[in-house]
């Protein structure tokens, strides 16, 4: 918890709409919009001095009361709070749980609630997306995924692992005697003001059961598109192309580049009120307020396919598809758009380019592909240099055999950003806009090479976004070349 923060007790500070944000001479004080203002009395109590007081907007209060109380903030309030203020680490957490041999057997649960409460806490104070539990025969690991790279928290005794997934089954509304099969659930947690929906997926091992509870935070599902970084013309083309009455857009990437976030934040332009707007999503990961969402179940025969079926029967007119992964949701997709719909989806490629030779591939005939397509976005998520303490690489200090003679920087690691060198991620862009002059290279089914070179003649593919963000500072070459094909990387230099 910040040192301030913790002169004022937290639900007093929620319930008042109140905030100690600096105990010098004068202190200063925030007070949410609509908050208590009598309620300063006691902060001045606290400071100890005079206070300046801040007046700030509930969502800029929220924010700042999650962040300072981000380290106590235990997932709900009956669950105790100020835990790791008290315990201060996660470490110290497990230090608190009994060392007895007939633990299991223990009513006690306490240590195991405040341990995974603290875990997911912790999680989310780093900004990670996925917590990952995993069993071994003589070792309980707990890592994080931040920033896109895995991280240890924590290593608990294997003696926990029951008790941990177990408790987190409970919190999951899962089968806690089976043990045998795979399960899925989901939780909605509260940090504060945060609001936080935590995917569960647990899997039978040799060790135990693994268990990854993906986090997913309710404000990253409400980017904008100008929020996501994008260049000035790739921003415009998506415009242009979210602007069209029918036809696809596609987004492809890798997993965990940021696709799902674009298409939401293309839904978020689009949803005015004025549209029908349905999705069939694996899972459903954000709840959209105005959007009617729908989530594929294999098990009882609610494919993507399927879904896209049934809801082109509901009158929609934007319709999403969380993935396109056969032939049959490609040909429903692409007869939809020619029908009068607009198309939002992913496909798994390496490059823009590649989503035409890949929906070609699956059988849609080249002719149809000319007519339905507008636009294909390819990203992908690089880690962003610490501002604080990113150095400059010394004369000839480069990455062999890269060839770039471009300005670089180098993580160095501080405080800030947890000594790794990282603070968050950026986006690197390329986008296709599906013209008179590529329709006719589709439709004379040109190879991939041919769509590019004439798809990038006017515009920066991902190597040179890539470099660009180099130059700039903004990341390392080693990032830049981690998520860029090597041959793109040496053919843009």
Request: aromatic share 4%; hydrophobic share 45%.
């Amino acid at each position: 918890m910040n040192q301030f923060g913790a002169l004022l007790a937290y639900p007093f500070a929620k319930r008042h709409g109140v905030l100690l944000l600096d105990a010098g001479e004068p202190s200063r004080a925030a007070l949410r919009e609509g908050g208590d203002a009598a309620a300063l009395a006691e902060v001045r109590r606290v400071a100890g001095c005079a206070l300046e007081v801040e007046v700030m907007p509930r969502a800029v209060f929220d924010r700042r009361l999650s962040e300072i109380y981000a380290d106590a903030a235990g997932l709900d309030e009956t669950a105790g709070i100020d835990q790791l203020e008290r315990h201060g680490t996660l470490d110290a957490l497990v230090e608190d749980i009994p060392a007895t041999a007939d633990l299991l057997e223990s009513q006690d649960d306490a240590p195991i609630i405040r341990l995974i409460n603290g875990v997911i806490a912790e999680a989310a104070r780093l900004g990670a997306s996925d917590v990952h539990i995993e069993p071994f025969e003589n070792t309980l690991k707990v890592r994080f995924r931040v920033d896109g790279m895995m991280r240890e928290a924590v290593t608990l005794p294997s003696r926990i692992a029951p008790l941990l997934v177990s408790r987190v089954k409970v919190m999951a509304r899962l089968d806690i005697a089976e043990k045998r099969v795979p399960q899925d659930g989901r939780v909605s947690l509260a940090m504060g003001a945060k609001v936080l929906d935590v995917r569960v997926s647990t899997l039978p091992t040799r060790g135990g059961e693994r268990v990854v509870l993906r986090i997913l935070d309710k404000e990253q599902g409400a980017l904008s598109l100008a929020q996501l970084g994008m260049p000035p013309p790739v921003l415009t083309a998506l415009h242009k192309a979210l602007a069209q009455p029918n036809g696809i857009i596609l987004v492809t990437g890798p997993t965990g580049s940021g696709k799902t976030t674009s298409l939401y934040a293309g839904l978020g332009l689009l949803n005015d009120g004025a549209r029908n707007i349905l999705t069939v999503e694996d899972p459903v990961e954000y709840a959209v307020e105005g959007v009617g969402q729908t989530q594929v179940n294999s098990r009882v025969g609610m494919t993507f396919a399927a879904g896209l079926r049934a809801i082109l029967r509901q009158d929609p007119d934007v319709v999403m598809v969380g993935e396109i992964r056969d032939v049959e949701t490609a040909q429903i997709a692409v007869q939809a758009s020619l029908t009068g719909h607009l198309v939002l989806s992913t496909v798994h490629t390496n490059d823009a380019a590649g989503a035409i030779t890949r929906l070609r591939d699956m059988g849609i005939e080249p002719f149809l592909l000319a007519s339905s397509l507008r636009l294909i976005l390819a990203q992908r998520l690089v880690r962003r240099l610490c501002p604080h303490c990113r150095a400059p690489r010394v004369e000839g200090e480069t990455v062999a055999g890269t060839g770039f003679d471009v300005p670089q920087y180098r993580a160095v690691g501080c405080s800030a950003c947890h000594h790794t060198g990282y603070a968050g991620r950026i986006g690197l862009y390329e986008a296709i806009t599906v013209d008179e002059g590529l329709r006719r290279l589709i439709g004379e089914n040109a190879d991939e090479d041919a769509l590019a070179a004439h798809a990038f003649a006017q515009s920066q593919r991902l190597a040179a976004a890539a470099r660009a963000a180099v130059a700039s500072g903004l990341t390392t070459l080693e990032e830049a070349l981690r998520v860029t094909r090597q041959e793109d990387a040496d053919a843009d230099v």
